[in-house]
């Protein structure tokens, strides 16, 4: 079995710092040897391979549980290929993704799940997992859940927005909900309230409405908190654990916090875009701001303020991207004269690990926490931990080499996602994945692909770890 030891690194694990060396043996780590032991006492283990991580961190991977690649939507498809966009995460840091398979209306869960591993199989460079997109709930869905459950899914995403499409009503969402609950399975919820935005955008078209700006003004903040608290009372009355994706708006985050002061099992993530971009970005001339337009939309920029302090409180305990990259030639274009055409998503799965540093460099966030909220919480959230999200003894090598103090501008000239523009295009960075390591193979070395398509396996998933 062929070792590896990383010396002279400082490991920051979600619990804080420490100076250690740590030693991996086949894909697993064998051990972490703190330095004040092995410089005073034996000399380090003899390895195969010695990497030199002076003066960097030494990082348990990147797990991001919130991407789209290849996702159908309107009749096209994000950009990014299982094959693409695993590494380009594997660039930024990300050592796991949890992508959604993506239920069509009157298809079968467990077909839906065999065509989402078909796509994945073989294509990616790093281990990956799915969660399920329930878009038609009947008695065939809700038994199929339990299926699901078997084959390592056990997190199930229903929307509240997008009507006619992903939508599920009340009623819907109770029956799933309480399907879940009863193996302990997770509902994740897109929480807009989608019937009362479907009308404020018809207001906004008839009268004339149709820049990219008008996609955030018609969702307004108060209608993500509306929907918020209404999952969450569904969610407490089926006795279900809840996790808000792509938490935007301070209204939403308000009814998760209280939701979470009564010990209701209910979690939520945000993105880096909701982080740093905002509004403004939408209203940018000559259609560009269609390439910011996701759903939930950018919010005004004191929006963001809430988000970080959420972030530090815990009330958000995960970052994730919601990569779903669409290129703005022949993709975000097709929306021109009519907002409501533009697909939905931004690229960032490749950022993720840069941006939320920079939380740490203006002082938002400790560098523990940088890590719990990248990688430690989410591997306890979503059934994957302590094979990922830690470095310790058994663990996977899931392991990213980070240099603080490196400089990085973010551009789509040199970034690596299959999309032909950046959101943070020109955004100047401090920080910089030196190596990335998944199970032990050496993916991203010193600005050079070194991973393999096939490399990433499936990850059968368990339940959450933070249920009470
Ligand atoms: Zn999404």
Known sequence: MSTTLISGGTVVSANGTLDADVLVAGEKI??????EVTETGEAAPAADRVIDATGKYVLPGGIDVHTHMEMPFGGTFSVDTFETGTRAAAWGGTTTIVDFAVQAKGTSLLATLDKW????DGNCAIDYGFHMIVSDVNDQTLKE???????????????????????ATDGEILLAMQQA?????????HAENGIAIDQLVAQALAA???????????????????????????????????????????QALEAVAQARDTGQNVFAETCPQYLYLSLDDLARPDFEGSKFVASPPLRPK????????GLRTNDLSVVSTDHCPFCFK?????????FSKIPNGMPGVEHRMDLLHQGVVAGELTLPRWVEVASTTPARMFGLYPRKGVIAAGSDADIVIYDPAARQTLSAASHHMNVDY??????EITGRVATTLSRGRTVIDNGEYLGAAGHGAFLPRGLNQYLL
């Open 145 to 167: 859940m339990d299926a699901c459950i078997g084959a390592g899914v056990n997190s199930f995403k229903m929307f509240m927005a997008y009507p006619g499409v992903f939508y």
């Open 302 to 309: 004191d929006h963001q303020a809430s988000l970080w302090s």
């Open 208 to 250: 004339g409405h149709t820049d990219p700006v008008y996609h955030g003004l018609t969702r307004p903040p108060e209608l993500e908190g509306e929907a918020t608290s209404r999952a969450i009372t569904l969610a407490k009355v089926a006795a279900c654990p809840l996790y808000i994706v792509h938490l935007s708006a301070r």
């Open 30 to 35: 064998a051990a972490v040897l703190a330095r």
């Open 330 to 338: 022949d993709g975000k274009e097709l929306g021109r004269g009519d």
């Open 422 to 427: 950046s959101a943070y295009e020109g955004m």
């Open 117 to 120: 591993h078909s796509k994945a």
């Open 181 to 189: 609950a009863r193996s302990g399975a997770t509902v994740m919820m």
